[in-house]
């Protein structure tokens, strides 16, 4: 079967514009779940060599592809995808900090993350949020925007029980409305400096929590609990002997790259817990990157 699909390959391309033709694009997907191995050879070459964006194509022609062909389009298309997240990862870490960092790292994760399934760019999805919320008419406000989101749009928090890497896609989570509580406060983030609001991460331990002030007062969002504002006042006093400690972390800002940690730390895990090893190892490799930055940054720091 698969020679004559080769054979409509090689008839499909021009010798002017080189293009594969759609009908032969769609019969090398529908064979992509073919577990012959000199066929799945051919197939996976062929995907590889395409010169484009294979899940928006998938999308733009409505293609009906099983759970089956999506898992083996996920193996065929990892090396390429694995790629493409390293390059930026290294364009994004070479770059000047600043608040883009953030939805820059988490875009090239979602990116590396939806493997073949086609969703929406993560920057696109923020900005229809954006828009869906200056529409609703409410205040601009930290509050009201953690309103929007949990009683309006009915974002979900997912229970630790359930808990997953697909969790912590910002793609998937935006277009689930259900997510982990770090992913929800990654999307807050974003969503806020878009609306010009005067919102971070906190650095407290294993807290999923935005930082804002207002009248002098620090409160926090608190995304374990669907998004529910606190005091931070509140929070410490239920810390009991901690409270110093637990202080000197509220306080604090968490950086954009700290909170990308943060996350490709959980991923790591996740990967693991899934037993899925490539991506698990490869998470670790992006997270020693961001190490040997930070320590060649505290040496050029130290130096006389």
Request: net charge negative; aromatic share 8%.
């Amino acid at each position: 079967m698969f020679s004559r699909v080769r054979q409509g390959l090689n008839n499909s391309m021009s010798p002017l514009s080189h293009e594969v033709s759609d009908v032969t694009i769609e019969a090398l997907l529908s064979l992509s779940d073919d577990e012959t191995s000199l066929v799945r050879a051919a197939v996976t070459r062929e995907i590889n060599g395409l010169n484009i964006d294979i899940p928006a194509f998938i999308h733009s022609r409505h293609l009906a592809l099983s759970e089956t062909h999506y898992q083996a389009l996920e193996q065929i298309l990892w090396e390429r995808n694995h790629a493409h997240l390293m390059q930026i990862w290294r364009e994004w870490i070479d770059g000047e900090e600043g608040s883009w960092q953030l939805e820059r790292a988490m875009s090239a994760l979602s990116h590396f993350q939806n493997g073949a399934r086609y969703r929406p760019a993560l920057s696109m999805l923020l900005d229809d949020t954006a828009d869906a919320f200056a529409a609703h008419g409410a205040a601009a406000t930290c509050p009201e925007l953690s309103r929007f989101l949990f009683e309006v749009l009915g974002y979900t928090v997912m229970p630790e029980m359930d808990a997953n890497s697909g969790g912590m896609n910002l793609a998937r989570v935006m277009e689930m409305r259900h997510g982990l509580p770090m992913a929800l406060s990654c999307i807050f983030l974003l969503l806020g400096g878009r609306l010009n609001l005067k919102v971070s991460g906190c650095r407290w331990p294993g807290s999923s929590y935005a930082r804002f002030s207002e009248n002098d007062v620090l409160y926090m969002v608190d995304f374990h609990n669907n998004g529910a504002v606190v005091t931070a006042e509140e929070l410490l006093s239920l810390q009991g002997p901690s409270r110093k400690a637990a202080e000197a972390a509220i306080t604090l800002e968490m950086s954009p790259i700290m909170l990308v940690k943060r996350i490709v730390n959980e991923l790591v895990m996740y990967y693991r817990r899934e037993e899925n090893p490539r991506n698990s190892i490869f998470m670790l490799d992006l997270l020693r990157m961001l190490d040997r930055k930070e320590r060649l940054g505290a040496l050029e720091n130290a130096a006389p």
